[in-house]
């Protein structure tokens, strides 16, 4: 079983840390990134899920000391329950990275994935939906976008299982701004070569820049049972390129919509306590975040 997972947060960061810890020689990331073997309630929204024991330990190289993998589903509870004691009855030993963002504008930005068409959504949504209509309820805890950025109920259930060292938040303004310095103390916390470095590192992936909203033709097309199986059925890296090409046609540029002021205020007002209590967890300000 891997010993390593970077649990979250979604739109933080995690697809660019996956693949700079790949790159240490110590390290082997799992082929597939979010396989969400751990997510053992799969949510209405969840595309994709290695369920095969044998299929989830194949992801990972053989020889290296490290074996990790990176899904954002394992910190969205209550929405996704369970995962840390799924994780803890695996691999008691894991160490645990944590990437943290501003909580509203992680949403904004999750809110913007969504109505893209790149999130696997179960029917076809109009690009110009205002996003309160699609965050829905505040109050609901178990709501899929609210519920992501209450981070230390999130750290809360792993501390049920799991003792405190074994856990390492990672401000993602940090890994963008100061990438060396943070990546040698991720690699410190985990145990490897703090010194190593690759220039690939420099690279920042998956960004905005990189993004368009898919066709409706591709979300319909997505949902075709039959194609979607051949294509999970693919290896790992044949799997990517065919759905990276199919995007990249099926791509139109768009103007994703902003948060209003009104649910902006009431977000700032939600999450401010979750905040004062990472902070004082973690004794860092996190200066640069709206709250």
């Known amino acids: 079983m891997p010993n390593l997972f970077v649990i979250g947060a979604m739109k933080s960061g995690t697809t660019s840390l996956h ?4 790159l240490h020689p110590e390290i082997s990331m799992s082929l597939e990134k979010e396989p969400n073997f751990f997510v053992t309630s799969p949510p209405p929204d969840l595309a994709q899920r290695v369920a095969d024991r044998d299929s989830y330990l194949g992801l990972f190289r053989a020889g290296t000391p490290i074996r990790g993998e990176a899904s954002h589903r394992y910190t969205q509870f209550p929405y996704v329950p369970g995962v840390p004691a799924e994780i803890a009855a695996a691999s008691p030993e894991a ?3 944590y990437l943290v963002r501003d909580p509203v504008t992680r949403l904004e930005s999750q809110a913007r994935e969504v109505l893209s068409g790149r999130m696997g959504e179960a029917k076809y949504l109009p690009p110009d939906m205002p996003v309160s209509e699609l965050v829905g309820d505040l109050d609901d805890p178990a709501n899929r976008f609210v519920c992501l950025g209450r981070y230390m109920t999130q750290i809360r259930q792993y501390l049920e299982h799991f003792p405190r060292e074994s856990l390492l938040v990672v401000d993602s303004d940090r890994l963008r701004s100061r990438r060396r310095e943070t990546m040698a103390k991720i690699f410190g916390f985990i145990g490897v070569d703090e010194e190593f470095w690759d220039d690939r590192m420099d690279v920042e992936h998956y960004t905005a820049e990189e993004k ?4 409706e ?12 199986t051949a294509v999970d059925r693919m290896p790992p890296r044949m799997k990517r390129e065919v759905v990276r090409l199919a ?14 002021d009104d649910l ?8 401010r306590p979750e905040v004062e209590d990472l902070r004082e967890f973690t004794g860092r300000n996190f200066a640069g975040w709206s709250i």
């Open 264 to 271: 902006r205020f009431r977000l700032e007002c939600l999450y």
């Open 19 to 22: 693949r700079y810890l790949d």
């Open 212 to 215: 368009g909203r898919r066709s």
């Open 95 to 97: 160490r645990l990275i």
């Open 217 to 228: 033709g591709y979300v319909r097309l997505s949902e075709v049972g039959l194609l979607k």
């Open 247 to 260: 995007r990249s046609g099926m791509s139109k540029p768009w103007t994703p919509p902003q948060l209003d």
